[in-house]
């Protein structure tokens, strides 16, 4: 997307489109192995790396902490409540797998639109995803009661021939989160193959040369190989598209479906998904700039793939206005219900208004500064901008879920929500998992895909591109 | 203590010397109820008394084997000596009420008739007794006086029952010693005395209701001419007994009889609250009977008109068709500007009334003109005698005296003025008169007017004899305490409100036991071993023969104890209405003085029920309190003191203070605090630490209010346990408000909501289907569903409650908890919102909150046929019923509270953390054995009483019969005092409840979600004066 001034001499643009290079120039095949293999492969591990898993080590057993004290005295540690009875574990379990949605996203639908630039972070946003699934699918297993018979929520088979309630949205959502996280598991493990038989073979230690041949499961690089690894990437990709719109459509129904003024709305699919997409791509965004700062990765990780993010970001986040703004048409404008009216009212300037107007400034206001290539290439803006996002999506799920259960119908049964300490103990906690999760992936495994970024290099590029030309009078 | 001791001693794994056990116990703060004064100042006499408790043990708390050993033994002799659960039936024979199986038969609840002989009155009972624990009360269908109502009091005396911090041993000097030590000490002092006829021997009792220890007094006095016996209770009746004394020339109670009062007003006077008020379950019932738009046989309807004036809001006022908040020094001078308007004395000068005010006394005086005869002014009790004397003047000159008032004798045997009484006592002993004060189930300590200095006079006394429930904060002072039985636990006699004598009879065998005031008395007698039971039937035994019966010389006796009454025992009215001469009142307070007013709690009366959890916990009506009490002012008196709610306030009065956080409710006059005395207890695990005593302010010399207060900000907060929000409407028009400001959000949301729908009688005889025109008042048609109807081919039970009869009494809200095992969670966890009733009442204020109308309307689970929680649950753990009850498998429920999010009603409860008590051996024995206790992490609610049901079910089942109308009846609509709620089948055309929801006032709440409520409402009619309120209603 340049234009004609930007410096004809700039090695980071492309000659003929004029765009940010995807991988700068001078790289290699084996530059590109290197730089990104040695990160896992090196036998001295830096020590930020140490620094900041500790730091997370340490946040996970504050999690850990709080759970256990969940488990001795019930949910009522929380600031769950009559009638807010679902707070914040519900929402950071909405948070957590709307940002899951980016990797797939990336991973998937991105794929089949050939967006080559995706290739660098595909794997991490994967990785990205699964943690983000770990890290939610914890919390409706904690939420509940009597934790220890949550497993009543699966449909086995048992002697007292009693089956879950199929019209509950809850058990929907089982069923969606666990075909998500098995599909995003085994399509970011797939998609690993090629570079795990890279890593065996660059290995050094035993150890490695042993972990990482297991892992490779015998890959050799055959064309059989590619051919086959090509074709299930492509088959799984086709099976995880419809789940980047399905699993947070029927998270969303958790709320279209149930009665209450603010829930009870037919927007909320595609507008969770979007808002799940949003999300997603601030957090990408949120892990790959330090990243790259870190690892000097940004030969490989480039202003393009920024500049990409933030274009997605901006329009997903517009998608997500369309959707405020129509909440506010139907209830103040067209619903002519009391109920849809008062919610409107209360959301904006009731008790707990003001985190309608962070969820506002955050997500509509402050990003419509994504419009500026400026500011789009500004790297640390960018990051600060990605925390921003992640901060109004949060409150986008209090939003809906706190304010909305807080005045219902009857106005005597109206109460008040906050959150007490083993609430954000348990918030801070997931972010501890989240980072622990990560910190472990980027030590030991290839956070970027090397066979990929290895067919993004110009050198690639040229036969592939050579093939297909028909000849003349073909 | 000693408990106290050893539970401290077994939670202790070291080696511990007694130093150290006293100094942990010195630490030990808040709740803990066996705090005493000596230990708190570490005098060596507590020392000396921890180690007497365990002067054999001393040595081995060095040696730890014998110390284990030790403490293995005491386990096994507290469990010995606690509650094991066969306790036996009482030795008297007591006879079992209607259904009476042959022989005790395990899970088959058998139903004695007794009575709460309550201070204003015996409340007749019928106690449901499972394997002889007594585990539900209510009152006796079959009385005349209450007919099977009660109230929370009564209700919450269960618990009382099995309050596991009741005393359960004699002490002498802090030691237990045996009863039989207290009464050869007692009688060695009697044969003493005997010579100077009881010089020196003070009795200080609580109010007497048992003509038995009248009796029993009289008779010892004649033994001991120079022995006083005097009583005082923190809530009394001096101002009705001093005004009829002065009208009369001697006591007597007035008996209103609302069921032929056409025009009711109330100076003050709360009879629709509970029984603090004399009479309140027959003046309640025979209020709302005049309420359900019965038609007369002219054809009109024969309802009531109620006019209030009041300081405190209260039920009452709010129930009131017109209500007049003004302070409770000038309800004085009102009542005798009205009576002088009627005809009766002399209108009082210096008196200015507010413009509203002269609209109200003007439009009353002309509705009272015109129903002479069948209208009724009634005094409160909480307000002067002289509002008293002129409530009786009014009614002479109204000529309603024998028609809705007559006068008789007093319900209690003794009555006295008993502010007169603590004084006379507190100045004998402060002049060491008093050698031997004998203490009958009062604790003056805690309850006597702060500048009396009752605790100082106390020093100064001989020898105190303390008899309580509770070693409370008086029997921890008193030299001996002997624990009290409970009403339940023992005999003796009482009258109802109408004067009918109820016998007191025990429903098990003290659980500690317990003596009652009847044993100390008859040891003055001649023969001092006379049992209370022998004393009771000497009592009545001659006037129960008389019955017509059987040859068996015991028939009427036993006829006696089933019925739990005995016939034909009211009083008879007396000639005369009395020549009542009001005095001037006192002036009227000046506009920027501060008053205070005292009251007694709603729920914990004057203290003595503080440690009933249920009645600590269940909000309190109009203010939604629950756990505390507070400064009640008015929103204009709050901001003129520059506070905001739960600001901890300090109140200075005559030089005495006491800190109070304040609380604004609608309606309450301003210019005036109202206080209520019952909180502040310093002992039990329940009422200790909860609240602040009013009485440590409170002037001996105007114990009811006292102007001259002053307020000053102590800048602390105190977060008051209110469970429902409440907001004011600050919403302008364009935001669908009503711009004013002053007016309750909730009370606005719901009317326009459609959940209060009410109308005046005009508007209802124009319009009779009001209630089904408007936004969101139209029921969706059956078939308006994505799912298929349910059928109910059998039965459908349904609810319907009837807003015009509802006083907001809270009476079924603590019978549900008796009957459900609902769990009390506990001051925190209420103010959180986690109160686990499942039948509340909710409370809307319309109008201007300075002036407020009130509508309650209780909600429970509505049943509804497409129940929305159903549809959501993952697990199935809520479902529906063939007869379309919607039920909780609570073993299924593993606690994801969707349930609760999806019900619009709002009525889902959640054990969010272990609420029920698991661990209390007296407890258990307390619970309905049909309903299961529910763990943690479950969700729970109304069950209709399903428990109920299927008794009822199974019985007819068994006799191959359909279930009777009337049969079932749920806990809420069993302690209802007002009929308010019916239960039954709507599939049976011809059941009452079938009817009332075929009413055109019959609406169901929120029905336009199409969630079919089984609970349906009968909408709210109101009697206006058409002169005062032109435009209200529908």
């Avoid at chain 1, 990709?237 to 709305?265: C, E, N, R, Y």
């Avoid at chain 2, 006086?145 to 929370?152: M, T």
């Avoid at chain 2, 009390?824 to 039948?839: D, L, N, P, S």
Wanted: charged content about 20%; hydrophobic content about 40%; overall charge neutral.
């Amino acid at each position: 997307m340049a234009t004609k001034d930007t410096p004809v001499n700039d090695p980071m643009l492309d000659p003929i489109t004029g765009e940010f290079a995807v991988i700068a120039p001078g790289h290699t095949f084996k530059s590109v192995t290197e730089e990104i293999s040695n990160i896992v492969l090196t036998p001295r591990t830096p020590l930020g790396w140490f620094f900041g898993f500790a730091i997370a080590g340490g946040v996970v057993l504050m999690l850990l902490v709080a759970l256990t004290w969940l488990f001795l005295r019930g949910v009522g540690i929380w600031a769950v409540t009559i009638p807010v009875a679902w707070g914040f574990a519900i929402i950071n379990f909405v948070w957590w797998i709307g940002i899951g949605h980016a990797g797939t996203l990336i991973s998937a639908i991105l794929l089949l639109f050939k967006q080559g630039w995706r290739n660098s972070i595909n794997r991490f946003a994967e990785a990205m995803t699964i943690f983000a699934v770990v890290c939610a699918g914890l919390f409706p297993l904690i939420h509940t009661g009597r934790p220890w018979l949550a497993y009543w929520l699966f449909p086995y088979p048992n002697t007292m021939n009693v089956w879950p309630q199929f019209r509950s949205p809850l058990l929907w959502d089982v069923f969606a989160v666990s075909t998500y996280a098995t599909i995003s598991v085994v399509f970011w493990y797939i998609g690993m193959i090629p570079d795990l038989g890279t890593l065996r073979d660059r290995a050094k230690s035993r150890f490695g040369q042993f972990f990482y041949g297991m892992l490779a499961v015998g890959w050799r690089g055959s064309v059989r190989h590619w051919v086959r690894y090509e074709m299930s990437s492509l088959l799984l990709a086709g099976l995880a598209t419809p789940l980047v719109l399905s699993v947070h459509s029927v998270i969303s129904f958790d709320f279209a479906v149930a009665l209450l003024p603010g829930w009870h709305t037919t927007i909320f699919p595609p507008y969770f998904v979007a808002g799940a997409i949003y999300s997603g791509f601030a957090m990408v965004i949120t892990l790959a700039i330090p990243i790259r700062e870190f690892y000097h990765l940004e030969d490989l990780i480039t202003l393009r793939h920024v500049d990409n993010m933030c274009k997605v970001m901006l329009a997903t986040g517009l998608i997500v206005a369309y959707g405020y703004s129509t909440e506010v048409f139907m209830s103040y404008c067209y619903s002519a219900s009391k109920w849809e009216y008062f919610m409107m009212w209360n959301r904006m300037f009731g008790p707990i208004g003001w985190a309608y107007w962070v969820l506002i400034t955050c997500n509509i206001a402050l990003p419509q500064l994504l419009w500026s290539r400026k500011l789009r290439r500004n790297v640390p803006f960018v990051f600060l901008m990605s925390l921003i996002v992640n901060t109004g999506m949060w409150f986008e799920r209090f939003v809906i879920i706190v304010i909305s259960l807080s005045r219902d119908y009857l106005p005597s049964s109206w109460g008040t929500y906050r959150a007490t300490k083993w609430d954000y103990m348990t918030l801070a906690g997931t972010f501890g998992l989240f980072t622990f999760l990560f910190f472990l992936f980027i030590r030991f495994l290839p956070m970027i895909p090397m066979s990929e970024l290895r067919l993004m290099l110009p050198q690639a590029k040229i036969r592939a591109e050579a093939e297909p030309l028909p000849e003349a009078g073909d | 203590m000693r408990d106290s001791v050893k539970e401290n001693m077994q939670n202790t794994h070291a080696k511990l010397t007694l130093a150290e056990v006293r100094a942990k116990l010195a630490g030990q703060k808040g709740k803990k109820y066996w705090r005493s004064i000596d230990e708190l100042a570490g005098t060596p006499e507590f020392e000396a008394a921890v180690r007497e408790e365990f002067p054999e043990h001393s040595s081995e708390w060095i040696d730890p084997v014998s110390r284990r050993g030790f403490l293995k033994l005491m386990g096994a002799s507290m469990a010995l000596a606690g509650l094991s659960g066969c306790t036996k039936q009482p030795d008297e024979p007591i006879y079992p009420y209607v259904k009476a199986p042959e022989d005790l038969v395990l899970g088959k609840p058998v139903y004695f008739a007794t009575a709460f002989p309550f201070r204003t009155g015996a409340v007749p009972l019928l106690v449901k007794s499972d394997a002889y624990r007594p585990i539900k009360i209510d009152g006796n269908p079959d009385h005349p006086y209450n007919q099977g109502g009660s109230d929370p009091i009564t209700q919450g005396t269960l618990l009382d029952l099995y309050d596991p911090d009741r005393s359960q041993h004699t002490y002498y000097r802090g030691e237990t010693r045996p009863w039989v030590a207290f009464l050869g000490s007692f009688r060695a002092m009697l044969a003493d005395k005997k010579a100077s006829g009881g010089q020196g021997l003070y009795f200080l009792s609580t109010t007497v209701t048992s003509p038995t220890l009248a009796a029993q007094w009289k008779k010892g006095q004649a033994n001991y001419p120079n022995a006083k016996f005097l009583q005082y209770d923190p809530v009394n009746r001096d101002s009705a007994y001093a005004a009829s004394k002065a009208a009369f020339g001697e006591y007597r109670d007035a008996q209103y009889k609302l069921d032929t009062a056409d025009i009711i007003v109330s100076l003050d006077a709360d009879f629709l609250s509970g029984a603090a008020h004399p009479g309140f379950h027959r003046l309640a019932k025979d209020y709302a009977n005049r309420r359900r738009l019965d038609k007369t046989s002219t054809g009109e309807y024969s309802m009531n008109r109620l006019y209030a004036v009041e300081t405190m809001t209260t039920t009452t006022g709010m129930k009131a068709e017109h209500r007049l908040a003004l302070r409770a020094n000038d309800i004085a001078g009102f009542a005798a500007t009205l009576a002088a308007a009627v005809g009766a004395g002399s209108a009082p000068s210096g008196y200015t009334w507010s413009d509203d005010a002269q609209k109200f006394l003007a439009a009353l005086v002309k509705d009272l003109k015109a129903n002479t005869g069948k209208c009724v002014v009634i005094p409160g009790e909480q307000q002067s005698a002289s509002v008293h004397l002129a409530a009786i003047a009014i009614n002479d000159a109204l000529g309603n005296v024998g028609k809705t008032v007559v006068y008789t004798e007093t319900v209690n045997p003794m009555p006295t003025v008993e502010g007169d009484e603590i004084k006379s006592l507190v100045a004998d002993m402060n002049a060491g008169k008093v050698d031997w004060l004998v203490i009958l189930n009062t604790n003056p300590i805690y309850s006597a007017p702060a500048d009396l200095e009752f605790a100082d006079a106390f020093n100064k006394v001989g020898t105190v004899v303390h008899l309580g429930n509770h070693r409370d904060e008086t029997g921890l002072q008193a030299h001996w305490h002997i624990n009290a039985a409970h009403y339940l636990e023992s005999w003796s006699d009482a009258r109802a409100y109408d004067g009918t004598v109820s016998v007191v009879q025990p429903m098990i065998d003290p659980l500690y036991g317990g003596h009652s005031a009847h044993e100390i008395l008859q040891s003055l007698l001649d023969n001092p071993d006379v049992s209370p039971y022998e004393a009771v039937r000497s009592t009545w035994g001659t006037q129960a023969a008389s019955a017509p019966g059987g040859e068996d010389p015991d028939f009427g006796w036993r006829k006696l104890l089933h019925d739990g009454f005995l016939a034909n025992t009211a009083f008879t009215p007396s000639s005369g209405g009395g020549k009542a001469v009001i005095p001037a009142p006192l002036p009227q307070l000046a506009a920027d003085a501060l008053e205070i007013v005292f009251r007694p709690d709603p729920h914990v009366y004057d203290g003595r029920y503080a440690n009933v959890g249920w009645l600590q916990e269940i909000p309190r009506p109009i203010t939604n309190l629950s756990w505390d009490n507070a400064a009640i002012m008015s929103y204009a008196t709050l901001d003129k003191l520059g506070v905001s709610e739960h600001d901890v306030i300090e109140i200075s009065l005559n030089g005495k203070t006491v800190l109070a956080p304040a609380l604004a409710i609608p309606g309450h006059a301003d210019g005036s605090i109202t206080l209520h005395i019952g909180q502040g207890r310093t002992i039990g695990r329940v009422a200790g630490g909860v609240g602040f005593n009013a009485c440590q302010i409170r002037p001996s010399g105007s114990p009811l209010f006292a102007a001259g207060a002053t307020i000053r900000k102590t800048g602390q907060e105190w977060g008051l346990a209110i469970p429902k929000s409440h907001y004011i409407d600050h919403r302008a028009t364009y935001v669908g408000g009503d711009g004013s400001g002053t007016h309750s959000l909730e009370g606005n949301e719901a009317i326009d909501r459609g959940i209060i729908r009410y109308a005046t009688l005009d508007q209802f005889k124009q319009d009779p289907g009001f209630a089904h025109e408007g936004y969101g008042k139209d029921d969706p048609a059956p078939d308006e569903s994505l799912f298929p109807a349910y059928r109910y081919d059998k039965n459908a039970w349904g609810m319907s409650i009837d807003l015009n009869s509802c006083v907001g009494c809270n009476a079924c809200i603590v019978s549900c908890y008796a009957e459900n095992n609902i769990a009390v969670v506990g001051q925190h966890q209420a103010t959180v919102g986690r109160i686990m009733q499942w039948i509340r009442i909710d409370t809307y204020f319309e109008g201007d909150l300075a002036a407020p109308r009130a509508h309650f309307q209780p909600m429970t689970c509505h049943h509804c046929e497409n129940a929305p929680c159903e549809q959501v649950c993952p697990v199935g753990a809520t479902v529906h019923t063939p007869e379309g009850l919607n039920t909780m498998v609570y073993n299924r429920c593993v606690g994801t509270r969707y349930c609760s999010n999806n019900c619009p009603y709002k009525v889902r409860r959640f054990n969010f953390l272990l609420f029920s008590d698991y661990d209390t051996p007296s407890l258990k024995l307390m619970r309905n054995p049909d309903v299961t206790v529910r763990s943690r992490g479950v969700m729970e609610k109304c069950s209709y009483c399903l428990q109920r049901i299927n008794e009822v079910k199974i019985e007819a089942d068994k006799n191959n019969r359909a279930i009777r109308d009337g049969e079932i009846i749920t806990a809420c609509q069993q302690a209802c005092p007002t009929n308010a709620i019916v239960f039954g089948n709507i599939n049976d055309a011809t059941s009452k409840v079938a009817k009332l929801k075929k009413q055109e006032r019959t609406y169901g709440v929120l029905a336009d979600l199409n969630t079919r409520p089984r609970t349906t409402y009968v909408a709210e009619v109101i009697n206006v004066n058409p002169a005062l309120t032109p435009d209200v209603g529908a």
